[in-house]
């Protein structure tokens, strides 16, 4: 990014104190972190490449508030790098806020909150952030809407063109606050995304037919819920009925996907 005030506008959105740690997931030379710095008390930036990983460590090798981990944010396609996960868990708040590598973006979103991250800032492609605002039957609607939006209030700040970045995308990017409101009903939040991934992937389905594709039995379903129509018409507040509805048949559902 080489829009000074775009990055700055960033570092605000995250409303950072010192008693905030700020995690930097693609910190690439070290623009935002800087900002970071400033605001938050502590900052771990995640860096894969290894060029950018020494940079940053030479640029920042005297300051006590920087941390860096080298590799990949996530171990995986479902769980965050270890070591990342273990930042997460300490006591001090943590936050995101980062220019997203769009690569991991979406499963990386889930995953931290999940693991409990209470703000995520991050900019992301135009295409994502239309995905995670999206309602229900619109064709933006997918498994990622449903899960972001049980888990969080979804803020979409503002539009960012190609100009903002060097090279430029060929695409519009977005920035988006994610802000952690539980909705989940004291439901596993990995079970359920387990649930809501495997039902839309028979998303061209009648909900009974993907119950039954999935190994579900449909007898417990609330009587509301309309079988004949498609998962993807129901609203994240349903689909979370539907999931504790059929939770004594779960176990069940995932065995035969085995």
């Not at 740690?21 to 502590?42: F, H, K, S």
């Not at 943590?94 to 991250?117: F, Q």
């Not at 409101?181 to 028979?202: H, T």
């Amino acid at each position: 990014m080489i829009d000074g005030n775009l990055v700055r506008t960033i570092a605000d959105a995250g409303t950072l104190t010192k008693d905030d740690l700020a995690i930097e997931v693609g910190p690439g030379t070290g623009t935002l972190t800087q900002e970071l710095l400033d605001r938050a008390g502590e900052v771990v930036a995640v860096e894969i490449d290894r060029d950018l990983a020494a940079s940053l460590r030479e640029r920042y090798a005297n300051e006590p508030r920087f941390r860096l981990i080298e590799g990949d944010a996530m171990d995986g396609k479902h769980a965050l790098n270890a070591e990342l996960s273990s930042v997460v868990s300490r006591e001090r708040r943590p936050v995101l806020v980062a220019n997203l590598p769009y690569n991991i973006a979406s499963p990386l979103v889930i995953e931290l909150l999940i693991a409990g991250v209470e703000r995520l800032v991050f900019t992301v492609q135009k295409e994502v952030a239309d995905r995670l605002r999206a309602a229900a039957g619109s064709e933006d609607y997918g498994g990622l809407t449903v899960m972001v939006q049980l888990l969080s209030k979804v803020e979409y700040l503002r539009t960012i063109g190609p100009g903002a970045f060097w090279p430029p995308p060929s695409i519009d990017s977005a920035l988006v606050r994610l802000t952690r409101c539980d909705q989940l009903q004291g439901a596993s939040a990995k079970q359920f995304g387990e649930f809501v991934a495997k039902m839309f992937s028979f998303r061209r389905k009648t909900i009974g037919k993907a119950l039954s594709m999935a190994g579900y039995d449909c007898k417990n379903v609330p009587a509301e819920i309309d079988l004949k129509v498609r998962i993807e018409t129901l609203p994240p507040a349903l689909i979370l009925k539907l999931f504790l509805g059929l939770s004594g048949n779960i176990a069940r559902g995932e065995q035969h996907g085995k």
